[in-house]
């Protein structure tokens, strides 16, 4: 915090803490929701985004448990759209391959989101101070190496502000993607560097590097069928085992390679089980419409069959309790009824979320796509409707210039 502060550059406002009075102490100043961690883990183990002082009180407790005699992070969660670089820093310049934006807002792990190369949504003077921020924070950390900063962009109206969430000096998963993407050798680059050759030294100059005439879109792999008990809700705790990568010259055809190979791409045709929490509802709208316009076939929960009916569009209603009726949501998903799941909880104190959590791992088990995220839906269903599932497969070369 005081780094930055030096700098000038915002993050998000937070404390370090040692106790869970502490941590209410702070929740109740910087104002819920909140985004809780143990300090020195990886891969966002026992993270959690609480909405209460309960659900502070409940997780602030697994973070300790999961990081003893160490401090608890307590942080302001900005929903925004989170942003990724990596670098390559050699003292005196920080070269920057590329900007990868999320798919997901802000609140799912880096691991577990869709990222694409070169950012689709941002605007000039986000990637200038993207790129002006990790030079910076570069150059002021002194870094002989591989970087990685992860940004949060909150938009106001005309007004947008980037705050760092993570800095990492160190490499990270991304490294392999965004190098082959963008042609530029980072690990070769660093190592020298590390060794004691400039970047310049190299042939190679800081700064953002001219983008490729391309798109790629990284996707998280799952192996959550061959783990029994394993929710597939996806939230700040990681949860992939690997990635796929989907390259083309348009976004929705880069986003359905990606999302094939990754096997999470809706099919052509059939149908879609849904259950959306209520307050997700009315963003889930325009998702559902799309779905109707594609010729799906629609099975809902009861609630939400009860909005897609007030819409005045064609859904059959399945019911959550499993022991109360049938067809319910397992029913529908093991006998092959439907051929994916969207499945948007409250959070992960709720009973929303309990009640998915059997058709979840039912997908699971089935191997059908199961969304948790509105962003992944609305991503996977619009590569479905752009109609750009007839792809040429070229080597990367070809893409490349």
């Not at 058709?359 to 752009?386: H, N, W, Y």
Request: net charge negative.
């Amino acid at each position: 915090e005081e780094f930055l502060s030096k700098l000038g550059i915002p993050q998000p406002p937070g404390a370090a803490v040692t106790s869970v009075e502490d941590a209410l102490k702070t929740a109740a100043v910087i104002d819920y929701p909140v985004l809780v961690r143990p300090s020195y883990v990886l891969g966002g183990r026992a993270m959690e985004i609480v909405q209460n002082a309960d659900e502070l009180t409940h997780y602030a407790a697994a973070a300790a448990e999961a990081g003893p005699g160490r401090p608890i992070l307590v942080d302001k969660y900005l929903e925004g759209r989170e942003v990724e670089v990596d670098a390559v820093c050699d003292g005196e310049q920080v070269l920057i391959p590329g900007i990868m934006e999320h798919i997901e807002r802000a609140g799912v792990h880096s691991g577990d989101s869709l990222a694409v190369y070169p950012p689709i949504n941002l605007t000039d003077a986000e990637i200038d101070t993207v790129v002006d921020y990790t030079q910076r924070i570069g150059l002021a950390l002194e870094v002989q190496g591989l970087m990685n900063i992860q940004y949060v962009i909150v938009r106001s109206g005309e007004i947008s502000d980037v705050y760092v969430i993570e800095v990492n000096p160190r490499s990270s998963r991304t490294v392999p993607f965004i190098s082959k993407v963008t042609n530029v050798p980072m690990v070769r680059l660093a190592t020298h560097v590390m060794l004691g050759r400039s970047l310049a030294e190299q042939g190679w100059s800081g700064g953002l590097q001219p983008k490729q005439q391309l798109v790629a879109v990284k996707a998280p792999a799952f192996s959550m069928s061959k783990l029994s008990g394993v929710d597939t809700y996806l939230g700040p705790e990681m949860k992939s085992t690997g990635e796929a990568m989907g390259v083309d010259k348009t976004f929705s055809a880069a986003l359905s390679k990606a999302l094939v190979s990754a096997e999470l791409a809706l099919p052509a045709e059939g149908a879609i089980l849904l259950s959306i929490a209520d307050r997700h509802k009315e963003e889930a709208e325009p998702i559902i419409r799309r779905l109707i316009e594609a010729g799906f076939r629609l099975y809902a929960t009861e609630g939400t069959a009860a909005m897609i009916d007030g819409l005045g569009l064609p859904v059959e209603q399945v019911t959550k309790k499993l022991r109360e009726g049938h067809p319910n949501v397992v029913d529908v998903i093991r006998d092959g009824t439907v051929d994916g799941v969207i499945n948007i909880p409250e959070g992960r104190m709720t009973g929303t979320l309990r009640d998915g959590f059997h058709f979840r791992r039912e997908a699971a088990v089935r191997r059908i796509p199961c969304f948790t995220s509105l962003d992944t839906a609305r991503a996977a269903v619009d590569a479905l409707l752009a109609g750009d599932q007839a792809y040429t497969v070229q080597p990367l070369s070809a893409y490349l210039s």
